[in-house]
């Protein structure tokens, strides 16, 4: 088999599964949603993290039939929980290759009307390569989004070229600031000089900044007093297959 045919035998025999990891208010504490994040249970390999899998997916194309699965495998889970009165958000990875899809806007939020959940609760994380080419196409999309009620998030915020074009240019809702900026903090004071400045940068232009890879109490504590938004990481849990994740809740709430 070549390994598009290995990917589509895996989703047509329902070996993906996701992945959550908790979303938490900073200034509270208080469980917002989670991020949900693929993985493939093999049956012969085991598990096989996304590392391994997604760069082939985008390069195939099948990353679109696998999102698309991940969305409705997302809302289903989503349905569950507010139909419990437990009203969490959620946020899924978006390949810059469906982001750029055709058609993407008005399949994804078709999946999500059919699941029966609203999408204000969604939240799609694009990475910021995306945006450097063609920007006003890329404009386009995020309103398409916005239209739909989608929230969009910029993923790995920091990493690449493109960060401060994002902020003047592209109406999006959230940026993610990526782990190397929350983690320099332990014993690098100018660390925290560039955090504190993306989440000053952020707030003033009326964006919500997510803090991901914290991992410790310093790091809580630290990112909580400059005022980032909402947080993620280790600390709090690593992404959790559902069952497990429902135990966690029950400890954490
Ligand atoms: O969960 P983990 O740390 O192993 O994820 C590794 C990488 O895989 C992360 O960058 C994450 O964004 C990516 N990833 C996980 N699920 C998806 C997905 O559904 N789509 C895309 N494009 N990337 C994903
Ligand atoms: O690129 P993206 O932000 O989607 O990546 C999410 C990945 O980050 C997940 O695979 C998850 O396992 C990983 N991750 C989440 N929290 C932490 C953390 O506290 N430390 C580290 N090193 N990785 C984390
Ligand atoms: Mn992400
Ligand atoms: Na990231």
């Known amino acids: 088999l070549t390994l598009e045919m290995n990917l589509r035998k895996g989703l047509a025999l329902n070996e ?5 990891q ?5 200034s509270t504490g208080k469980l917002k949603g989670f991020e949900g994040l693929m993985r493939w249970i093999h049956p012969k390999q085991g598990l096989i993290p996304p590392l391994d899998f997604i760069p082939l997916a985008e390069s ?9 699965w991940a969305l409705e495998a997302a809302c289903r889970q989503l349905k569950t929980w507010h139909d419990a009165g437990r009203m969490y958000q959620l946020a899924l990875n978006l390949s810059a290759r469906h982001f750029l899809s055709d ?3 008005e399949k994804l939020a078709h999946i ?8 204000n609760y969604l939240t799609f994380e694009i990475t910021e390569s995306v945006g450097m080419e063609n920007q006003q196409h890329v404009i386009e999309r995020f309103v398409a989004f916005r ?15 493109s960060a401060f074009v994002y902020l003047k240019h592209y109406p999006i809702h959230e940026i993610k600031i990526d782990r190397q900026f929350i983690q320099v903090t332990d014993n690098d004071p100018t660390g925290n000089v560039i955090v504190q400045s993306i989440i000053e940068l952020a707030r003033g232009l009326g964006l919500k900044t997510v ?3 914290i991992e410790t109490t ?13 947080m993620q990481g280790y600390l709090f849990s690593r992404p959790l297959p559902i069952d497990e994740l429902e135990t966690w809740i029950d400890d954490y709430d």
């Open 22 to 26: 908790p979303k938490i208010e900073a």
């Open 218 to 230: 310093d790091q809580r504590d630290t990112l909580r007093s400059l005022g980032c938004d909402e």
């Open 60 to 68: 195939t194309g099948v990353i679109i039939a696998l999102e698309e």
């Open 112 to 119: 999500v009307k059919e699941m029966g959940v609203c999408p």
């Open 147 to 161: 239209e739909q009620g989608f929230s969009i998030s910029i993923d790995d915020f920091g990493t690449g070229f």
């Open 211 to 213: 803090c991901e890879g």
């Open 16 to 20: 993906f599964t996701l992945y959550y």
């Open 103 to 105: 058609g993407v806007v």
